[in-house]
């Protein structure tokens, strides 16, 4: 199990069950009549990848500007979905 989190493997293992529950998610949301807004979530889902990249990048050894990136990425979503939230 230790060697899942030293070689950053369980980053990339959640990130999969990311995709998978955003897809499930889009296909419920398009499956109904009122059509849910899906928006808000991918973009907090996105936020939370990005950081999810940010942890994968330090447990992997990359380098700060990698990761730095990553959480700028991470920001960038965050006030995004803000924004759309507030919108409503």
């Known amino acids: 199990m230790g060697a899942l989190f030293e070689s950053g493997l369980i980053v990339h293992l959640i990130l ?14 398009l499956s109904r009549r009122d059509r849910l807004p ?15 990249l ?3 990048a ?3 050894g990359a380098a700060w500007q990698v ?3 990553w959480l700028a990425l991470a920001l960038l979503a965050h006030v995004a979905d ?3 939230r507030l919108r409503r």
């Not at 999969?16 to 897809?23: C, I, P, S, T």
């Open 16 to 29: 999969a069950l990311m995709a998978v529950e955003a897809v499930i998610i889009c296909i419920f949301a």
């Open 38 to 52: 899906v928006a808000g979530l991918l973009l907090n889902l996105a936020a939370g990848a990005c950081l999810l």
């Open 54 to 56: 940010a942890l994968g």
């Open 58 to 60: 330090v447990l992997e």
């Open 67 to 69: 990761t730095g990136a």
């Open 82 to 84: 803000v924004v759309q």
